[in-house]
């Protein structure tokens, strides 16, 4: 039995097995007794999956009673592989980097938290250096090669669409870069259920998941949210500010909220482009006809489902709704179900109906015109319009006149920016006392060009002047005459001012009446500042604030006066005591050296007068003659022992005994004790060794 029907079966007994890789490269298994409970969350917010790229996030509590996921390393890091498992047959479910980790005092359980590959592999930068042009799975491999990924498949839309030069891409991340990509090609990124990067189309070709009445533990469903898609609008990128917004629709479409998506500051789609419109068109034919329906189903589950999926909810009726999943969430706690949600962008609950339950016409849905005949006055209100769904460009000249218009139908908030211009306000249209900040942002005054003589302004509210500052950057402004002024940033070129506090000034030239200084500081023609001030007498002086190499006239530095923490570069340097935990001194003269602990790969001693030589085992010395001659002195467990490095000739000796190894000399001589004079020698005669008596 296939584990879709293991999960659908009434007496069903799922549990999780995997395995953790921690950062040493040690491996851990955990089985269904460990593993206590388990959650995955992804997808969209906001029922939009069109360019997303999603990092699932995921829990997993298992059973540390006996410390045998914490003792030997840390969790933090490591690699966790997720399985679903029912009877002889099991599903990936995620690898996910453990980016959290709780474990609470006299608690068994321990906790690890993460996600998925989007969200740590693709955090790096993006540097684009491929050689332009190049294709949209070009760039895509390059994205995925830099996080250490690969696509190999081009099975999705505009995948072989040239980009003639390289993007205005900025100071991006992989994980940008790869959602601008995505939703050049109609597409969304995710890593799937076997770790695996992809590209899915928003419009997939494949029979829906049926979920059924006795697998479904709730549901909510309702009308068609949004679609078909049929327009898409494009804020481009580099556009100028007030330029118009590129559209492109199907034949009859007028952009609206249940039909059209927005895209905005996607480097791929630039004002400057030559292949911008034939990208947008490409993009409009790859999703025309994009449908979300409204539902949220909660069910046995199955983890072969995923992002993007089409789904098909049977009621017990078997009437049934097509839909397609934008964000779920899996859950194993003693059993395993999953949540998956289908909603859309702007979801309104009377989209889908020409006339809301209230009788209101829903003028979202209606393409072309309606006649104003079949409207009687006063029966369409404002709450019934979906935001919009009316344009200035569908009135014509005076159809809308102030006295039809109440007190307070218009208000600033309702206005966008840039409808109303100072063009089309006569002089007596605007009353500047009931203007807010707000007010002034919809009209979109353009101080920038305005010529304001002797603008006395007494007050100016906060947000008002978050609007100056963006506003009045290149203004002629002829002597304005300002209360008070805090801004970022102000280019002044003639002002004065009765007082004026200023933390930082840097000023490239200076015509002072009258100066006041506490500290004057002037730059000598040697390089160092000099403060000037007036003594007692009145007389100007100067004294020198910088030291550099001219003033240190000693080859000292007295440590009791200046005390330099960090690094000392000295020729010779005098000190009566120096405190370090750590130096390096290539060459060592010392009269006298008197240290506790004193350590030297290689030491030329001239003379050497110590009280006490302790080595670990045993001292050795060693000399070298002129000759290349290596002779030791060491002194071992057996005695004294002198001696040269790869001769086996040795003499040692202790306290009761002495051995030669091998002796040759031409005279060995013997002598008394007690210093007596007498002497005798050793002499190798014809008939053998002999002793002769030399004499005192």
Same mark, same amino acid.
């Given at each position: 039995?296939? !584990?879709?029907?293991?999960?659908?079966?009434?007496?069903?007994?799922?549990?999780?097995?995997?395995?953790?890789?921690?950062?040493?490269?040690?491996?851990?298994?955990?089985?269904?007794? /460990?593993?206590?409970? +388990?959650? !995955?969350?992804?997808?969209?917010?906001?029922?939009?999956?069109?360019?997303?790229?999603?990092?699932?996030?995921?829990?997993?509590?298992?059973?540390?009673?006996?410390? $045998?996921?914490?003792?030997?390393?840390?969790?933090?890091? #490591?690699?966790?592989?997720?399985?679903?498992?029912?009877?002889?047959?099991?599903?990936?479910?995620?690898?996910?980097?453990?980016?959290?980790?709780?474990?609470?005092?006299?608690?068994?359980?321990?906790?690890?938290?993460?996600?998925?590959?989007?969200?740590?592999?693709?955090?790096?930068?993006?540097?684009?250096?491929?050689?332009?042009?190049?294709?949209?799975?070009?760039?895509? =491999?390059?994205?995925?090669?830099?996080?250490? +990924?690969?696509?190999?498949?081009?099975?999705?839309?505009?995948?072989?669409?040239?980009?003639?030069?390289?993007? &205005? %891409?900025? &100071?991006?991340?992989?994980? /940008?870069?790869?959602?601008?990509?995505?939703?050049?090609?109609?597409?969304?990124?995710?890593?799937?259920?076997?770790?695996?990067?992809?590209?899915?189309?928003?419009?997939?070709?494949?029979?829906? +998941?049926?979920?059924?009445?006795?697998?479904?533990?709730?549901?909510?469903?309702?009308?068609?949210?949004?679609?078909?898609? *049929?327009? !898409?609008?494009?804020?481009?990128?580099?556009?100028? *500010?007030?330029?118009?917004?590129?559209?492109?629709?199907?034949?009859?479409?007028?952009?609206?909220?249940?039909?059209?998506?927005?895209?905005?500051?996607?480097?791929?789609?630039?004002?400057?482009?030559?292949?911008?419109?034939?990208?947008?068109?490409?993009?409009?034919?790859?999703?025309?006809?994009?449908?979300?329906?409204?539902?949220?189903?909660? %069910?046995?589950?199955?983890?072969?489902?995923?992002?993007?999926?089409?789904?098909?909810?049977?009621?017990? =009726?078997? /009437?049934?709704?097509?839909?397609? @999943?934008?964000?779920?969430?899996?859950?194993?706690?003693?059993?395993?179900?999953?949540?998956? &949600?289908?909603?859309?962008?702007?979801?309104?609950?009377?989209?889908?109906?020409?006339?809301?339950?209230?009788?209101?016409?829903?003028?979202?849905?209606?393409?072309?015109?309606?006649?104003?005949?079949?409207?009687?006055?006063?029966?369409?209100?404002?709450?019934?319009? @979906?935001?919009?769904?009316?344009?200035?460009?569908?009135?014509?000249?005076? #159809?809308?006149?102030?006295?039809?218009?109440?007190?307070?139908?218009?208000?600033?908030?309702?206005?966008?920016?840039?409808?109303?211009?100072?063009?089309?306000?006569?002089?007596?249209?605007?009353?500047?006392?009931?203007?807010? $900040?707000?007010?002034?942002?919809?009209?979109?005054?353009?101080? $920038?060009?305005?010529?304001?003589? %002797?603008?006395?302004?007494?007050?100016?509210?906060?947000?008002?002047?978050?609007?100056?500052?963006?506003?009045?950057?290149?203004?002629?402004?002829? %002597?304005?005459?300002?209360?008070?002024?805090?801004?970022?940033?102000?280019?002044?070129?003639?002002?004065?001012?009765?007082?004026?506090?200023?933390? *930082?000034?840097?000023?490239?030239?200076?015509?002072?009446?009258?100066?006041?200084?506490?500290?004057?500081?002037?730059?000598?023609?040697?390089?160092?500042?000099?403060?000037?001030?007036?003594?007692?007498?009145? /007389?100007?002086?100067?004294?020198?604030?910088?030291?550099?190499?001219?003033?240190?006239?000693?080859?000292?530095?007295?440590?009791?006066?200046?005390?330099?923490?960090?690094?000392?570069?000295?020729?010779?340097?005098?000190?009566?005591?120096?405190?370090?935990?750590?130096?390096?001194?290539?060459?060592?003269?010392?009269?006298?050296?008197?240290?506790?602990?004193?350590?030297?790969?290689?030491?030329?001693?001239?003379?050497?007068?110590?009280?006490?030589?302790?080595?670990?085992?045993?001292?050795?010395?060693?000399?070298?003659?002129?000759?290349?001659?290596?002779?030791?002195?060491?002194?071992?467990?057996?005695?004294?022992?002198?001696?040269?490095?790869?001769?086996? #000739?040795?003499?040692?000796?202790?306290?009761?005994?002495?051995?030669?190894?091998?002796?040759?000399?031409?005279?060995?001589?013997?002598?008394?004790?007690?210093?007596?004079?007498?002497?005798?020698?050793?002499?190798?005669?014809?008939?053998?060794?002999?002793?002769?008596?030399?004499?005192?």
């Amino acid at each position: 039995m296939a !584990l879709t029907d293991r999960l659908s079966a009434p007496d069903r007994h799922p549990y999780l097995s995997g395995e953790i890789t921690y950062l040493t490269g040690k491996i851990l298994h955990f089985s269904g007794d /460990q593993a206590l409970s +388990f959650s !995955l969350s992804e997808g969209s917010s906001n029922g939009n999956l069109l360019g997303g790229a999603f990092s699932a996030a995921c829990t997993l509590t298992l059973n540390n009673a006996d410390a $045998a996921f914490t003792n030997a390393n840390t969790p933090y890091g #490591a690699q966790v592989k997720v399985r679903l498992c029912e009877g002889e047959d099991s599903a990936e479910m995620i690898t996910f980097t453990v980016t959290k980790v709780v474990k609470r005092e006299n608690d068994p359980r321990l906790t690890l938290s993460g996600c998925d590959a989007i969200g740590t592999a693709f955090d790096g930068a993006w540097a684009d250096s491929l050689a332009y042009p190049c294709s949209l799975l070009d760039i895509a =491999q390059a994205i995925a090669a830099q996080a250490g +990924f690969s696509i190999s498949h081009d099975d999705f839309p505009n995948a072989g669409f040239c980009i003639p030069a390289m993007p &205005d %891409w900025g &100071d991006i991340s992989l994980r /940008q870069a790869l959602s601008y990509v995505a939703c050049a090609c109609g597409c969304f990124a995710r890593i799937n259920r076997q770790g695996r990067l992809r590209l899915e189309p928003l419009t997939r070709a494949m029979d829906p +998941f049926p979920i059924n009445a006795q697998n479904t533990l709730a549901r909510e469903w309702g009308e068609m949210a949004f679609g078909p898609l *049929r327009a !898409l609008t494009f804020s481009l990128k580099g556009a100028k *500010r007030g330029e118009a917004p590129l559209i492109v629709a199907e034949e009859g479409a007028v952009p609206a909220a249940h039909n059209s998506f927005t895209i905005s500051g996607n480097p791929l789609f630039s004002a400057t482009g030559t292949h911008t419109a034939a990208l947008a068109q490409a993009l409009l034919n790859a999703l025309s006809g994009y449908t979300l329906t409204k539902a949220r189903v909660t %069910w046995r589950g199955n983890p072969n489902l995923e992002l993007g999926c089409k789904v098909r909810i049977i009621d017990s =009726q078997g /009437q049934s709704t097509d839909t397609v @999943i934008t964000s779920q969430v899996l859950t194993f706690s003693q059993g395993f179900s999953m949540q998956s &949600d289908c909603s859309a962008p702007n979801v309104s609950a009377s989209v889908g109906k020409i006339f809301t339950s209230s009788g209101a016409l829903n003028a979202a849905l209606l393409e072309g015109s309606v006649s104003g005949a079949i409207i009687r006055d006063g029966t369409l209100a404002a709450s019934s319009l @979906i935001a919009a769904s009316i344009t200035a460009q569908q009135l014509a000249a005076g #159809a809308v006149s102030t006295e039809a218009l109440s007190a307070g139908a218009v208000t600033a908030e309702k206005i966008a920016a840039g409808a109303v211009t100072a063009d089309a306000l006569s002089a007596e249209a605007v009353d500047a006392k009931h203007l807010s $900040a707000a007010a002034i942002d919809a009209v979109y005054s353009r101080f $920038a060009q305005a010529d304001i003589d %002797w603008a006395n302004i007494g007050s100016l509210q906060a947000a008002v002047a978050e609007l100056a500052a963006a506003q009045i950057a290149s203004a002629d402004i002829d %002597w304005a005459r300002i209360k008070d002024i805090v801004a970022n940033r102000a280019i002044i070129t003639q002002g004065e001012a009765g007082e004026l506090y200023i933390a *930082r000034l840097a000023v490239t030239e200076a015509n002072l009446v009258s100066l006041t200084v506490g500290e004057l500081m002037v730059k000598g023609s040697d390089g160092g500042f000099y403060a000037v001030r007036v003594d007692e007498a009145g /007389q100007v002086v100067t004294e020198r604030k910088q030291i550099d190499n001219a003033d240190v006239q000693d080859a000292s530095i007295h440590a009791g006066k200046k005390l330099m923490e960090g690094s000392v570069t000295a020729h010779t340097l005098n000190a009566q005591d120096i405190f370090g935990d750590s130096a390096i001194i290539r060459q060592l003269i010392a009269q006298n050296l008197d240290v506790d602990t004193f350590f030297a790969r290689d030491a030329t001693i001239s003379k050497l007068n110590a009280l006490d030589i302790t080595g670990n085992e045993s001292i050795r010395l060693y000399v070298k003659s002129q000759e290349k001659m290596n002779a030791y002195l060491r002194v071992t467990e057996n005695g004294l022992e002198i001696g040269r490095e790869g001769d086996s #000739a040795r003499f040692r000796a202790d306290n009761r005994t002495m051995e030669v190894t091998n002796v040759k000399t031409e005279r060995l001589g013997i002598s008394q004790a007690m210093g007596l004079p007498e002497e005798w020698a050793f002499v190798a005669t014809k008939t053998g060794l002999g002793l002769k008596y030399i004499g005192a």
